[in-house]
């Protein structure tokens, strides 16, 4: 009874190292993260989902429902089934999404990404798109953000294009106006230098 006692306590310790991932994940999909360690880890669902097996399994394990016991089967059933519910409504609501990746002209590390999320078969109130460019290679690739804009109808701020204008600027445009990032040659950061009209972002 005391080696499942201690197996059980190790799993459930173990529940939150689940949970310490999807938080580094979350901290590196932020503007300026590592573009690597995002894409990994930036994954709450499945990560929360398994946090709740390792409860779940660790009360089994233990099988004595006192307090540590009952607390971990209680919270792992609550957290799975939440998993699981927000696991069903992203399949649901969350079309496929479609991407374009355009190379800056001098650096071929440099690149402007365009998600398209919804896809042109969905409703215009359920698409957007996604506009980031990413700097560097490997582990050390960054991804920065540059605009989040949600689809709208022709002369409300629809998309129009989002391309390189030379080597170190980026200009996205709608059909009520545009913005121009310059894009550091070194670190890839941009900044806003030129705003003209009204761009909706989301």
Request: net charge neutral; charged share 20%; glycine share 12%.
């Given at each position: 009874?005391?080696?499942?006692?201690?197996?059980?306590?190790?799993?459930a310790?173990s529940?939150?190292?689940?949970?310490?991932?999807?938080?580094?994940g979350r901290?590196?999909s932020?503007?300026?993260?590592?573009?690597?360690?995002?894409?990994?880890l930036?994954?709450?669902?499945?990560l929360?989902?398994v946090?709740?097996?390792?409860?779940?399994v660790a009360a089994?394990?233990?099988?004595?429902?006192d307090l540590?016991?009952?607390?971990?089967?209680g919270v792992?059933?609550i957290v799975?089934?939440?998993?699981?519910g927000?696991?069903?409504?992203?399949?649901?609501f969350?079309?496929?999404?479609?991407?374009?990746?355009?190379?800056?002209p001098a650096?071929?590390?440099?690149?402007?990404?365009v998600?398209?999320?919804?896809?042109?078969?969905?409703?215009?109130?359920?698409?957007?798109?996604r506009?980031?460019?990413e700097?560097?290679?490997?582990?050390?690739a960054?991804r920065?953000?540059?605009l989040?804009?949600p689809?709208r109808?022709?002369?409300?701020?629809?998309?129009?294009?989002a391309?390189?204008t030379d080597?170190g600027?980026?200009?996205i445009?709608?059909?009520?106006?545009f913005?121009?990032?310059g894009i550091?040659p070194?670190?890839?950061e941009?900044?806003l230098?030129?705003?003209v009209g009204?761009?909706k972002?989301?």
């Amino acid at each position: 009874m005391r080696l499942r006692g201690r197996i059980g306590g190790v799993l459930a310790g173990s529940a939150l190292l689940p949970l310490l991932v999807c938080a580094v994940g979350r901290r590196e999909s932020r503007s300026g993260g590592r573009t690597a360690v995002a894409d990994a880890l930036d994954r709450p669902v499945p990560l929360i989902a398994v946090t709740a097996v390792l409860l779940l399994v660790a009360a089994l394990v233990r099988r004595r429902w006192d307090l540590v016991g009952g607390t971990a089967a209680g919270v792992g059933g609550i957290v799975l089934v939440g998993a699981l519910g927000l696991l069903a409504l992203h399949t649901a609501f969350v079309e496929p999404s479609t991407q374009t990746r355009t190379s800056s002209p001098a650096r071929a590390d440099q690149v402007l990404l365009v998600v398209h999320l919804g896809g042109p078969g969905a409703e215009t109130e359920a698409q957007e798109r996604r506009i980031t460019v990413e700097s560097g290679s490997g582990l050390s690739a960054r991804r920065w953000h540059l605009l989040d804009l949600p689809e709208r109808f022709p002369d409300e701020g629809a998309f129009v294009s989002a391309g390189w204008t030379d080597a170190g600027h980026i200009r996205i445009a709608t059909d009520t106006g545009f913005r121009v990032f310059g894009i550091d040659p070194d670190t890839g950061e941009p900044t806003l230098t030129e705003s003209v009209g009204r761009v909706k972002a989301s």
